[in-house]
């Protein structure tokens, strides 16, 4: 099966910049309930994907330089990544979507450019590998 049909596109996805302060990547996250959006570049190649862990992570460990109330002073640049989110390609196969899938709540897609065009879903992987499983395990009647 083709991923394209999984596909939420970059323009229904809530996304962020380099350039996005660490306030305005929180209050994203906070107002669509979210625990990681992916980091777009200016060329709208996929850069990675931040966590809430990465930005608190960087506010503990910025000795108290960086809190909520000056978070509109810092960029996402500056905030390291623990996690590397791997983009898959347009044109995969099931089998590697599905293996990103395992360890990530998103999977992000990208053209043979790199750029970034969308994301899949964990839950629609699993939806579909339901659908898969129940169809396989359907008794064939005999004759």
Same mark, same amino acid.
């Given at each position: $099966?083709?991923?394209?049909?999984?596909?939420?596109?970059?323009?229904?996805? =809530?996304?962020?910049?380099?350039?996005? #302060?660490?306030?305005?990547?929180?209050?994203?996250? *906070?107002?669509? @309930?979210? #625990?990681?959006?992916?980091?777009?570049?200016?060329? %709208?190649?996929? =850069?990675g #994907?931040?966590?809430?862990?990465?930005?608190?992570?960087y506010?503990?460990?910025?000795?108290?330089?960086?809190?909520?109330?000056?978070?509109?002073?810092?960029?996402?640049?500056? =905030?390291?990544?623990?996690?590397? /989110?791997?983009?898959?390609? /347009?044109?995969?196969?099931?089998?590697?979507? /599905?293996?990103?899938?395992? =360890?990530?709540?998103?999977?992000?897609?990208?053209?043979? $450019? %790199?750029?970034? /065009?969308?994301?899949?879903? @964990?839950?629609?992987?699993? *939806?579909?590998? *339901?659908?898969?499983?129940?169809?396989?395990?359907?008794?064939?009647?005999?004759?």
């Amino acid at each position: $099966m083709n991923i394209a049909f999984f596909l939420l596109p970059k323009h229904d996805v =809530v996304a962020v910049t380099l350039d996005s #302060t660490l306030r305005q990547t929180l209050e994203k996250m *906070e107002y669509h @309930r979210y #625990t990681a959006v992916p980091i777009i570049g200016k060329d %709208g190649v996929y =850069v990675g #994907t931040v966590t809430e862990g990465d930005l608190l992570w960087y506010m503990k460990n910025s000795g108290g330089k960086v809190t909520f109330e000056n978070a509109s002073k810092f960029l996402l640049k500056d =905030v390291p990544l623990k996690m590397n /989110i791997k983009p898959v390609s /347009i044109d995969a196969d099931m089998e590697g979507l /599905i293996n990103l899938a395992k =360890v990530q709540n998103f999977v992000p897609v990208v053209d043979d $450019m %790199g750029r970034f /065009i969308g994301i899949v879903r @964990r839950s629609q992987i699993i *939806e579909y590998c *339901e659908r898969y499983v129940t169809r396989e395990n359907v008794p064939v009647p005999k004759n």
